[in-house]
């Protein structure tokens, strides 16, 4: 198993993409409100993303169907980003393999940065270090 994780980032490595990702340590949050309430709390990040790697007209693609915690999140997403984001969507991971890389990326990401960190997930990480822009929150 791990040697086919391996194999999958080595092979990504290869071509030419970029990340920028937040990476949060919820236990740091100070925010009562943040803390207490998920939405908040990802509507709050999410912002932070967008307005941290300095998007002019992006399409984002929300994984998933919408409902009503989704459509509250897209009108926060347009409110707060106004010209960074010019189009919102709504996908199904299955369909897309930029949903899945992202996907595999976030999960290693969470888990290379945590205290817990394997070996392995560490040198995967150096794997594909030279892609991502981590903004660690403090």
């Given at each position: 198993m791990f040697k086919n994780i391996e194999i999958f980032f080595s092979e990504i490595a290869k071509y030419p993409f970029s990340v920028k990702a937040i990476y949060?340590?919820?236990?740091?949050?100070?925010?009562?409100?943040?803390?207490?309430d998920a939405n908040k709390f990802y509507n709050y990040?999410?912002?932070?993303?967008i307005m941290h790697a300095n998007?002019?007209?992006?399409?984002?693609?929300?994984?998933?169907?919408?409902?009503?915690?989704?459509?509250?999140?897209?009108n926060y997403i347009r409110t707060q980003a106004?010209?960074?984001v010019a189009k919102?969507?709504?996908?199904?991971?299955k369909n897309n393999?930029?949903?899945?890389?992202?996907d595999m990326i976030v999960g290693l990401v969470i888990h290379a940065y945590a205290?817990?960190?394997t070996p392995e997930q560490?040198?995967?990480?150096?794997?594909?270090?030279?892609k991502l822009d981590i903004w660690q929150f403090k």
């Open positions: 949060v340590n919820k236990m740091i949050v100070q925010s009562a409100e943040l803390r207490q990040f999410l912002k932070q993303v998007l002019h007209g992006a399409s984002i693609k929300i994984d998933g169907k919408k409902d009503t915690v989704k459509k509250e999140l897209v106004k010209s960074s919102i969507k709504y996908e199904d991971s393999r930029l949903i899945q890389l992202a205290p817990t960190a560490k040198k995967w990480l150096k794997l594909i270090k030279s």
